[in-house]
């Protein structure tokens, strides 16, 4: 069968995107990758190289200076790119996120003021949901954007900023008095410019600086802190205020994908390590792929990284048809974080002791797989998705 993770079915264009990442994975990021992450250092180099292979615009549409690829091309590309490294996934993917939000939902303005700038990677994007008290439940959401005489002001408390810090333009979920009775009509979606750095990097809006993280290190994880920041109606996205909650839940769903894609990313890097270090590896007189617990724990991962792949796929064909595919996205992401700790853990085991010590990738992994069961949505989140969709479609 040779390689995992191959795809019936792609264009030759796709194809060559492909061979261009995963080239660019090999060669730049994988030798640097565990030296980087344990000095925690952000990848300039690479990220500038992914700037000129034109990845920051995959999937923008040409029209504003983007390559104009699907949700299938963008996906695969996260899955090599975190074979490399995780962290270099999480650099693009609230950028894409934001940019997908302002594509779908923007005003003709905004499209033509941040699309084409996002696709060259020149304003990059973060996106912000998340307080201290919550993730889960966004609908608790405490921060307020208040109306003034030109526009808002916004105040409160943001956490959990994937590239807060070297974004430039952040889409903030803000409570709007709407006088709507559903919570959910009452959030607005501001699109927030500051400057890319820590401190106060816009009238009003602090970055405090890195949160220190078991991994997924190299990038900026912060907190923002919202004082009044004065922002005009032009920023609402999609120029309506009330429509906020749905945007971020549709930006969301194609970031589940992409988590999915992450993890099938990591559990495939550990498969590769795990399958070469049970050849070479002996004990008891043979290489221990040779025993049979480890040469079914290497089926079994296998397995687990095919499906998973698979799943992240269909999901993504879903909505380059235009399908609805919330259930598939959720069950993609689900089944791709579970399998990946534990594809993860089973390499982590092949290696023995030396699968504890920092010099080994495997070790890296360990500690990143952790946040696949997080990001976009716990497993119990995605349960509640899948499972009460499903109540709807086979109503008695
Ligand atoms: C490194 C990192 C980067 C992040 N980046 C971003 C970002 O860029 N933007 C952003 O907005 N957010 C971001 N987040 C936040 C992330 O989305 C949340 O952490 C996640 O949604 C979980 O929310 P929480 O941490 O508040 O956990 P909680 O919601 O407090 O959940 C705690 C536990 O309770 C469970 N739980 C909660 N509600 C239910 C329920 N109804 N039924 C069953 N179980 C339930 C959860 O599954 C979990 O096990 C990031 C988080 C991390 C760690």
Request: hydrophobic residues 40%; aromatic residues 8%; contains cysteine.
């Amino acid at each position: 069968m040779g390689s995992l993770v191959r795809t019936d079915g792609l264009t030759t264009e796709q194809a060559e995107i492909l061979a261009v990442v995963r080239e660019f994975v090999d060669k730049k990021i994988i030798p640097v990758a565990t030296e980087l992450e344990h000095a925690d250092e952000y990848p300039t180099e690479i990220v500038e190289g992914l700037r000129e292979l034109g990845i920051f615009g995959l999937m923008i549409p040409e029209e504003y200076g983007g390559l104009g690829e699907s949700l299938l091309t963008y996906a695969l590309v996260v899955e090599e790119i975190a074979r490399g490294w995780m962290s270099v996934s999480g650099v693009i993917n609230t950028h894409f996120i934001v940019a997908h939000m302002i594509k779908q939902h923007g005003t003709p303005e905004q499209k033509e003021r941040y699309l084409p700038r996002m696709a060259t990677g020149e304003v990059r994007g973060a996106f912000s949901m998340s307080e201290p008290g919550l993730g889960s439940d966004v609908s608790a959401i405490t921060t307020k954007a208040a109306r003034t005489d030109d526009g808002y002001e916004i105040t409160g408390q943001k956490m959990w900023l994937t590239n807060g810090g070297s974004a430039n333009l952040v889409a903030v979920l803000c409570k709007t008095d709407e006088g709507a009775e559903s919570v959910y009509r009452n959030m607005t979606t501001f699109l927030v410019e500051k400057e890319s750095g820590f401190g106060e990097t816009a009238q009003g809006v602090t970055i405090p600086g890195k949160i220190d993280k078991m991994g997924y290190k190299g990038i900026d994880t912060t907190e923002m802190i919202l004082d009044h920041h004065r922002v005009s109606s032009d920023q609402i996205l999609g120029g309506k205020p009330g429509k906020g909650f749905y945007q971020m839940m549709d930006g969301v769903e194609v970031g589940r994908v992409n988590v999915g894609a992450r993890a099938v990313g990591i559990a495939n890097r550990a498969f590769e390590l795990g399958i070469a270090y049970a050849q070479q590896r002996e004990s008891f007189g043979k290489p221990i792929a040779q025993h049979q617990a480890i040469l079914f724990r290497i089926a079994e991962m296998a397995t687990k990284v095919e499906t998973a792949h698979a799943m992240v796929v269909r999901a993504a064909r879903l909505k380059d048809a235009g399908e609805r595919m919330d259930v598939e996205a959720g069950m993609a992401k689900m089944v791709a974080s579970e399998y990946c700790k534990e594809v993860v853990e089973a390499s982590f085991r092949i290696h023995g002791g030396y699968g504890y010590s920092r010099e080994y990738e495997i070790e890296r992994l360990y500690r990143e797989a952790a946040f696949m069961l997080i990001g976009e949505g716990t497993s119990d989140i995605q349960k509640m998705i899948i499972g009460r969709a499903l109540l709807q479609d086979y109503q008695l």
